[in-house]
């Protein structure tokens, strides 16, 4: 059991049942059969454990550099070969899952949790860390409108709406880790940004997210937009407006994190209540 936490702590639950709960609406939202909403929530939770598993084995040297004894690996709770091992396997069981569901679905899982893998791998550490985060993220609503019986990609504005939620967490979710960063030679784009610019960027992300969600799903025609799509968008806006004011006027904190955070997750949520409008 001990184990067990380790590795679960390891997986960075937060993000992982986030994503997984994501997939769970989206499958719902666009009308999937009961087995294909249980086999894609399990393949994409498999998926992320594996991802935030390999995520602290690869940075595992740096967080004992660092004195991180808030990972589980840092502090040797579970080695570092168990960890592979069930980093692996993890990807493995989310493939194997994914194959019910059809090649296409196969397919673009695939490319989404290899392109989180290579973020891991070492892209964090380059200016092209962000690229990772618009290609799993971008790609992510396909994940549900491929595993239904005709397989279909997410409309165009559902992409771009999924890389502005993945751009908004990247720029976002290493703030609160930067300094640490530094010292062990982490420079992905967002430390090259600098915190106040990241937000802001962030920001803006998500403002453009919501207007693509918004005018995509009524096909253009702003009359058709239903009350609670204007309601979701002008939250988006609100948080977004609030969070560029913070990073504009006051020292950069945990609060632009937690915000920007809060935005995105209001973006999530407009993207799923555009439901069948997600298919192509």
Do not use: C
Request: proline letters at 5%; hydrophobic letters at 60%; aromatic letters at 8%.
């Amino acid at each position: 059991m001990r184990t067990v936490r380790a590795l679960w702590g390891s997986s960075h639950p937060g993000p992982t049942l986030v994503v997984t709960a994501l997939a769970l609406a989206l499958g719902i939202a666009t009308g999937l059969e009961a087995w294909r909403i249980v086999l894609l929530t399990v393949s994409v939770f498999a998926g992320q454990l594996s991802v935030g598993i390999s995520n602290d084995a690869f940075d595992a040297p740096r967080d004992r550099a660092v004195g991180r004894t808030d990972k589980p690996l840092a502090r040797g709770d579970v080695s570092l070969g168990v960890a592979w091992i069930a980093a692996s396997v993890l990807l493995a069981i989310a493939l194997a899952l994914s194959v019910p569901l059809g090649w296409r679905m196969l397919a673009a899982h695939a490319l989404a949790l290899g392109s989180a893998w290579s973020y891991n791998a070492g892209l964090k550490s380059t200016p092209w860390s962000i690229v990772p985060f618009l290609v799993s993220f971008g790609i992510f609503p396909s994940l549900a409108t491929l595993s239904a019986p005709e397989p279909a990609f997410a409309a165009g504005w559902a992409w771009i709406a999924g890389a502005a939620l993945g751009a908004a967490v990247h720029l976002t979710n290493v703030l609160p880790d930067l300094d640490d960063d530094a010292r062990t030679g982490v420079r992905g784009l967002p430390h090259r940004l600098g915190p106040r610019i990241s937000a802001i960027t962030a920001a803006l992300a998500v403002v453009g997210g919501a207007i693509a969600v918004l005018l995509g799903a009524a096909g253009g025609d702003l009359a058709t937009v239903s009350v609670v799509s204007w309601v979701f968008f002008a939250a988006v806006l609100v948080v977004a407006a609030v969070t560029a004011w913070r990073a504009i006027v006051r020292p950069p904190s945990r609060a632009l994190f937690r915000l920007v955070m809060l935005a995105a997750l209001l973006l999530a949520t407009q993207l799923v209540a555009s439901g069948s409008a997600l298919v192509g």
